[in-house]
């Protein structure tokens, strides 16, 4: 067969470029229904199972024995005629927000012990990434809380990534906002947590705390 240039130059010859353009709209669109179903299904269960509502209303005693702890000596949180003068009344540390999460390990009628940040767990769980990082944490203050006040949490998937690879593995990033708002459904404060769940390669030494 003859060697035949401007043939073997024809239309025919021409590598195709939309196969690998197909495979690349392909896998956007699966990423995007994948964050979409999952934030769908996130957002849904913020209403019920991650709303919870803190184990009584906010006293004294939560305050004094956390600010002993720390030997925070800010009169604004011992002294109620300092407080009445700066803030109105009484109110808890700004920087115990996350404690109006946390549940108790234990309690009646309860079959497992109860975490904080459970949209965390479940959203390893539902992605297959045994391990997971804390990466950032940010909090924001809104109304202060107060002593009487009822305190509920409720915590909102923000944004998934795409697949990625680290050094510690290949897996996603993922924000969760835990909002706090009191009985008046008035704001108190937000804590935003990016984690980044992953599975290790294969034969990886194991680091500690990368466990979350």
């Known amino acids: 067969m003859l060697y035949d240039r401007e043939y073997m130059r024809g239309p025919q010859y021409r590598p195709s470029t939309l196969k690998p353009l197909y495979w690349l709209l392909g896998s956007l669109v699966a990423m995007f229904v994948l964050q979409v179903l999952l934030q769908n299904w996130f957002r849904s269960d913020a209403v019920s199972d991650y709303l919870a509502l803190y184990n009584g209303a906010i006293e004294h005693g939560y305050i004094w024995t956390t600010c002993a702890a720390v030997e925070n000596a800010n009169p604004l949180f011992w002294d109620d005629d300092v ?14 927000l996350s404690v109006w999460s946390r549940p108790h390990h234990w309690s009646p009628g309860r079959s497992e012990p109860a975490v904080p940040l459970q949209a965390h767990f479940d959203l390893k769980a539902e992605l297959d990434l045994p391990e997971a990082i804390i990466s950032s944490n940010t909090n924001t203050f809104h109304e202060p ?22 050094k510690l593995g290949r897996g996603r990033f993922w924000t969760i906002d835990v909002e706090y708002l009191n009985q008046d459904d008035r704001l108190l404060g937000v804590e935003s947590y990016t984690a980044f769940g992953y599975r290790r390669p294969a034969g990886a030494d194991q680091t500690p705390g990368d466990t979350t």
């Open 83 to 96: 407080a009445a003068t700066l803030t109105g009344g009484p109110i808890a540390p700004p920087t115990m």
């Open 145 to 166: 809380v107060r002593i009487g006040d009822r305190v509920r949490s409720r915590q909102v998937l923000r944004s998934i990534s795409e697949p990625k690879t680290t």
